[in-house]
């Protein structure tokens, strides 16, 4: 990725012709003439000192041309250098906050609220709105393991609400169909009602009492069909994506509108993403090629995490569209969202 230059690198006038054209653009979407900017009054230059301005910024990569004769835009590189050093971000309104806060009210389910909340900041941002949540781990209704070689087998869970989930088991040395039918009895009898990991708990308890009634090789086969989900519980965060036709009704080109609609199908690729704000002390802005899954959209991310009492992350809450964004409104609401989001499940 090509390193945005610093603001150092730019004089006062080149900085202001760059700012107008930048704040310019993100208002019209449509590149910005020398012209244009000398009839604003941009330091009181002629069309021509304006052009050879232009000129440097964009042999420094921060605006490009779309035609020979047409104006400037920014680049991705040059959105990068605006958002980190010359945006001015504005306040969150009293009416933004109300409607973000709307979906949190005393009663309301944690994934309603969410969902609700998410929907919000779409509206808002005129963006798909997202939010990643951490994953739920199943309560047990009933366990089948289904042999799929002697050393391999199927292990189908029904949970408590109706859902199925399978997973493929590499199985204990010794185990045989006669030991599976005997694991899954005892998960399906003994164990039903708990999640997982209270499941193993219970296991282990009754193991150490000798209450099992399990001999060792049957033992070992529960547990490690309990295991095959416990192990990735919390890898399994739940996403939810809310308002993408507020993408469709943008301003955004159809075929990047059709590739980004195509991208918020990869939820795998969408929650590695999201996962890199975790770590994040702020919110974050992927740009474009910054992010390599919407390189080819051309679209940008605004993710902020958000944390449970103790202060650690449990989620992440952001928005995507276009790279010409209101960076300056929209980042401030995202980052409004998480923390309310954190004072809703501390």
């Known amino acids: 990725m090509q390193k945005t230059p610093p603001l150092a690198e730019l004089n006062d006038r080149a900085r202001e012709i760059f700012r107008q054209i930048v704040d310019s653009y993100l208002i019209s979407g449509t590149p910005v003439g020398s012209r244009t900017l ?118 189908v869970l029904v949970g408590a609400d109706g859902s199925v989930e399978n997973r493929l088991l590499d199985l204990p040395p010794g185990v045989v169909p006669g030991t599976l039918e005997a694991a899954a009895n005892y998960i399906s009898t003994r164990l039903a009602g708990l999640t997982m990991a209270e499941a193993m708990v219970r296991l282990q308890q009754e193991i150490a009492r000798d209450q099992a009634a399990l001999d060792g090789i049957t033992q070992a086969a529960v547990a490690a069909g309990l295991a095959v989900w416990s192990a990735d519980a919390t890898a399994r965060p739940v996403l939810i994506v809310r308002g993408q036709a507020q993408l469709i009704e943008g301003e955004m080109d159809i075929e990047k509108i059709r590739q980004l609609l195509d991208d918020l199908e990869d939820k795998a690729e969408l929650i590695r993403l999201l996962d890199m704000a975790r770590g994040a002390d702020a919110t974050r802005i992927f740009i474009g090629a910054e992010s390599r899954l919407f390189s080819l959209s051309g679209s940008s991310v605004i993710a902020a995490p958000y944390r449970g009492s103790d202060g650690r992350v449990i989620g992440v809450v952001g928005v995507i569209g276009p790279t010409r964004l209101n960076y300056a409104r929209v980042i401030p609401m995202v980052d409004y969202t998480a923390r309310t989001l954190s004072r809703l499940v501390s």
């Open 38 to 155: 000398s009839k604003g009054g941009a330091l009181g230059l002629s069309p021509a000192s304006i052009r050879n301005v232009m000129q440097d910024l964009e042999e420094l990569g921060l605006l490009a041309a779309p035609h020979t004769s047409a104006g400037r835009l920014p680049t991705e590189l040059g959105l990068r250098m605006f958002v980190d050093g010359m945006m001015q971000a504005s306040e969150v309104s009293n009416d933004e906050r109300a409607a973000l806060e709307a979906g949190l009210m005393p009663g309301v389910a944690m994934e309603d609220a969410l969902s609700r909340t998410t929907a919000a900041l779409s509206g808002l941002s005129h963006c798909a709105g997202l939010v990643l949540v951490p994953g739920r781990e199943m309560v047990i209704r009933q366990v089948n393991f289904v042999p799929l070689s002697p050393v391999r087998a199927l292990v």
